[in-house]
């Protein structure tokens, strides 16, 4: 097995590209996830098109792979009120927009929660939003997560996610991307069955659509609905079940990125330790 693997985490955005691409390649990463703007979703700041170009010269030299971009957790583009549902979408926009100047990226954001006005409804919002952000042309392709189903998320279940892309006109610029703490407190037995949640999702949405993994562990234990990231081994997922996702055969292509509570050193270590060396 001399498969290779992106691997990286979660980074601050606040320095720019270059310095994250940097960072990534100090810890051992060669992909890596960011916040278009900070996690309040308040204002982005502007693209630097001079740091950007720096950033695409520096990934191709170090062998930086598809990177993750993370939409604002706070948007709701499935609540009942019709401004916030208009912010997330303003948002997600602006993102894509902005996400031009990195062509052939991914763009991750949380389906969100229906509150109370049921998960049809919320599959329909969501849907709708999507079908007006979408443009032919563009070259990131966005992603639903899969979510831990705490309160009233959707996205918990892969039919749900799957019922969103069949309403979705531009469904080529669509993918899901998979988060293992969240799919393990969703009640998906990553750690027991993992080959058969992977039939799963290849049935029901089509693995084809996976195009990014989450790694985390996760503190509380199976289907407890609660999403709460644990450090690598530390959690109810353990190490040997993570690693073995990372390596998995039907998944090893893709970018993986921790979102475990850690500083660098204790990304770079965990990186270390699932890639095996
Ligand atoms: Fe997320
Ligand atoms: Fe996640
Ligand atoms: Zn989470």
């Known amino acids: 097995m001399s498969e290779h693997v992106y691997l990286g985490c979660h980074l601050s955005c606040a320095k720019g590209f270059l310095h994250m691409g940097k960072e990534a390649v100090s810890i051992g990463a060669d992909t890596f996830q960011f916040f278009t703007r900070n996690p309040r979703g308040s204002r982005a700041k502007e693209i630097k098109e001079k740091d950007v170009e720096a950033y695409l010269a ?15 957790y706070t948007l709701n583009p499935c609540s009942a009120d019709e401004h916030t ?32 006005q049921g998960i049809e409804r919320g599959i329909e919002l969501i849907a709708d939003m999507l079908n007006e952000i979408l443009k032919p042309d563009q070259h990131t392709t966005v992603l639903l997560e899969t979510m831990s189903g705490k309160g009233s998320e959707v996205g918990s279940r892969f039919e749900e996610l799957a019922a969103i892309l069949a309403r979705v006109e ?4 669509m993918g899901v991307c998979l988060d293992t703490c969240h799919v393990y407190d969703a009640g998906y037995d990553i750690v027991g069955n993992l080959d058969q949640v992977l039939d799963e999702f290849d049935r029901v949405i089509g693995l084809d659509r996976l195009r ?21 081994g530390q ?17 090893s292509h893709l970018p993986f990125c921790l979102e475990t509570p850690n500083e660098l050193p204790g990304y770079a270590e965990e990186i270390r330790m699932l890639r095996g060396v």
């Open 212 to 232: 990014a993994v989450h790694v985390n562990d996760s503190k509380n234990p199976f289907a407890s609905h609660k999403d709460r990231h644990e450090k690598i």
């Open 58 to 72: 520096y990934a191709a030299e170090h062998g930086i792979g598809t990177i993750v971009a993370h939409a604002p």
């Open 85 to 116: 549902r208009e912010f997330a979408r303003m948002t997600m926009e602006d993102d894509l927009r902005r996400m031009e100047y990195l062509p052939g990226n991914v763009y991750n954001f949380h389906p969100g929660s229906h509150v109370g």
């Open 170 to 173: 531009l469904s080529e610029h």
């Open 235 to 251: 959690g109810a997922l353990g190490f040997d079940a993570l690693y073995r996702v990372v390596h998995h055969p039907r998944l």
